[in-house]
C-alpha cells in the first residue's frame, strides 16, 4: 500500500513562491497518474493539477494554470508542485492522490486515493 507524505508548505507573502513536495513509500508510483488538489477552510477539496506516470502530460485548474507547474521524479518517487506568484486566495491544505481511474484526465477526488495527510499553505495579503 504506497503511501504518499507531503512536505514544502508554509507561510508566504502574495507574490511568493513555494514548492510542494509528495514523497512515496510502500510502492512505486513511476506507472501511475498522480494529481494535486487542495481544501481551503470552509470549501469542498478541488483539483489543482495533475501529470501523466512519465510525466510527459501535465494539467490544470484554470485557477493556477501559468503559475504552478507539476512534476515528478520516478527515481525519487517524488511528484513536486511548483507555485509561483502565489495569492491570498490560493490558502489551502494542499494534498497529493494516486490516480486511481487511470485513464482520461480526471479532476474528482472520487478518481484518486491513496491520500496524503497534506501540507498547509497560507498565504498572505
Known amino acids: 500500500q504506497v503511501q504518499l507524505i507531503e512536505s514544502g508548505g508554509g507561510l508566504v507573502q502574495a507574490g511568493g513562491s513555494l514548492r510542494l513536495s509528495c514523497a512515496a513509500s510502500?510502492?512505486?508510483?513511476?506507472?501511475?497518474?498522480m494529481g494535486w488538489f487542495r481544501r481551503a477552510p470552509g470549501k469542498e477539496r478541488e483539483f489543482v493539477a495533475g501529470i501523466n506516470w512519465s510525466g510527459g502530460s501535465t494539467y490544470y485548474a484554470a485557477s493556477v494554470k501559468g503559475r504552478f507547474t507539476i512534476s515528478r521524479d520516478n527515481a525519487k518517487n517524488t511528484v513536486y508542485l511548483q507555485m509561483n506568484n502565489l495569492k491570498p486566495e490560493d490558502t489551502a491544505v494542499y494534498s497529493c492522490a494516486v490516480d486511481r481511474r487511470g485513464t482520461g484526465w480526471p479532476t474528482l477526488d472520487s478518481d484518486f486515493g491513496s491520500w496524503g495527510q497534506g501540507t498547509q499553505v497560507t498565504v498572505s495579503s
Open positions: 510502500g510502492g512505486s508510483i513511476g506507472n501511475y497518474a
